[in-house]
C-alpha cells in the first residue's frame, strides 16, 4: 500500500509540473514581445555611463528588477484573488505613465534641440558621478516596474483558472525568466564595444577575429544610439497598447478600423499585423502628451 501511494504521489507531482511547463511555455509567448520593449528600454536607460560603471549599474538594475517582481507577484495573485476588477485601472495607470516619460522624452529633446542640447544626459551633467549614476538607475528601476507589472498581469492572466499553486509557481517563474534574459542581454549590449576592442587589440590584421573586433566596434555605438528611439518609441507603443486595452470595446474598435481598409490591404498578412501595432503607437502619442499638458498645467498652476 505504501508503495502504491508513493506512486500515485509521485504521478501527481509529475502531473502538476506537466502543467506548470506548458503554462509557463503560454505565458512565455504572450509575453515575449514585452521583453523586446523592456530590453530596448532597459539597455537604453543605463547607456551613458562610464564604461567601467556599465556592468555594476546594469546588476544594480537587475536588482532593483528582482525587488519590482518581489512585490508585484504577490500583490498580482492577492489582487487577483481579492479584487479582480484592480488589475485594469491599475494597469491603465501604468500604461498612461509609459506614455507620459515617452512624450516628455520628445519634449526635452525638442527643448534642447532649441536650446543646442542634445540629450537627457547633458541635463544630468552638472550631477557628480554618484548622484549621475542613481537618477539613471532610478529611472531604469521606475520603466522596469510598469512593464514587470503587464509582464506579471499577462501571466497570471493565462492561469488564473488554474490552481493557487500553479499560478504562483508559473507567474515567478516568467518573472524569474524575463529578469535574467532581459538583464543579461542589457549587460551584453553595454558590454559590446569592449568586446570588439579587446578582439582587436588580441588579434592580427586581417583575420577573422579582427574584422568580427571591429564590426563590434563600429556597431556598438550605432546599437546604442538607435536604442535611445527604439526605447521612446516602445513606450508609446506598450503604454498605448495597456491604454486601448484598458477600454471596454476597444477591441471592437480596432476590428473596425481594419475593415474600412480595402479588401486587397485587410488581407495582407504584414497590414494585419502592422495596423494594430500603429493604433497601439498613435493612442500612447496622444495619451502621452494629454497627460503631459495635464501635468505641465498642473505645475504651472502650483507655481
Request: negative net charge; contains cysteine.
Amino acid at each position: 500500500m505504501a508503495g502504491l501511494s508513493l506512486i500515485a504521489l509521485l504521478d501527481d507531482i509529475a502531473s502538476v509540473l506537466d502543467d506548470v511547463a506548458l503554462m509557463t511555455k503560454v505565458a512565455a509567448k504572450k509575453t515575449a514581445g514585452v521583453l523586446g520593449d523592456d530590453l530596448a528600454l532597459n539597455a537604453q536607460q543605463v547607456s551613458g555611463v562610464s564604461a567601467d560603471r556599465e556592468l555594476p549599474v546594469v546588476w544594480k538594475v537587475a536588482k532593483g528588477s528582482f525587488k519590482n517582481k518581489a512585490i508585484l507577484v504577490p500583490a498580482a495573485l492577492l489582487i487577483s484573488a481579492v479584487a479582480p476588477w484592480l488589475i485594469t485601472p491599475l494597469l491603465l495607470i501604468g500604461g498612461l505613465f509609459l506614455c507620459f516619460e515617452g512624450a516628455e522624452k520628445l519634449h526635452h529633446a525638442k527643448s534642447a534641440s532649441e536650446n543646442e542640447g542634445s540629450s537627457d544626459d547633458d541635463a544630468l551633467a552638472h550631477l557628480s558621478v554618484e548622484d549621475f549614476e542613481n537618477q539613471k538607475v532610478k529611472g531604469a528601476i521606475r520603466t522596469d516596474f510598469i512593464l514587470s507589472a503587464e509582464i506579471i498581469v499577462i501571466a497570471l492572466g493565462t492561469v488564473q483558472i488554474e490552481s493557487l499553486t500553479t499560478q504562483l509557481t508559473v507567474v515567478s517563474l516568467i518573472a524569474l525568466l524575463m529578469t535574467v534574459g532581459v538583464y543579461g542581454l542589457v549587460a551584453g549590449i553595454v558590454k559590446m564595444d569592449d568586446v570588439g576592442l579587446y578582439l582587436v587589440n588580441n588579434s592580427q590584421t586581417k583575420t577573422i577575429k579582427h574584422y568580427l573586433g571591429s564590426g563590434l566596434l563600429t556597431f556598438a555605438p550605432k546599437l546604442m544610439r538607435s536604442l535611445a528611439v527604439i526605447g521612446t518609441v516602445a513606450m508609446f507603443l506598450v503604454g498605448g497598447s495597456i491604454v486601448l486595452h484598458s477600454m471596454p470595446g476597444s477591441h471592437d474598435v480596432v476590428h473596425a478600423l481594419l475593415t474600412m481598409l480595402p479588401d486587397m490591404l485587410a488581407q495582407n498578412a504584414i497590414v494585419a499585423g502592422v495596423t494594430p501595432i500603429l493604433i497601439d503607437g498613435l493612442v500612447g502619442l496622444l495619451a502621452g502628451f494629454i497627460v503631459l499638458m495635464l501635468v505641465t498645467g498642473i505645475q504651472k498652476l502650483r507655481s
